[in-house]
């Protein structure tokens, strides 16, 4: 059974169609495990997803709130939570792109 998970984001990647997906987009700070387990702030916005919602979520994709789609995030990058399950997240850090 699925389960509800966030809010629907649209992604839109470099090259193909754009998918609304189930995300949490999120602008403020945030803290994740690093890779040696301690915890490291992430100030910039951020996008958490099920790495297998979006597993070819790349630099240079964008993203958007389906509920404020004129505020739109370019992904800088996107980092494992160093789960090794399936329904695993992968935290991207964004950037606000400035109309």
């Not at 699925?2 to 803290?31: D, M, N, W």
Request: aromatic share 4%.
């Amino acid at each position: 059974m699925a389960k509800a998970f966030g809010a629907p984001v649209l992604y839109t990647p470099k090259s193909g169609e754009p998918v609304t997906v189930q995300a949490v987009l999120r602008e403020g700070p945030i803290e994740v495990a690093g890779d040696d387990g301690r915890a490291v702030l992430i100030l910039s916005p951020t996008l958490q997803v099920p790495k297998n919602v979006l597993p070819d979520i790349a630099r240079g994709d964008l993203v958007a709130a389906v509920s404020a789609p004129e505020k739109v995030f370019l992904v800088l990058n996107s980092l494992p939570n160093g789960s090794p399950a399936a329904d695993a997240m992968l935290i991207c850090e964004l950037e606000l792109v400035d109309d």
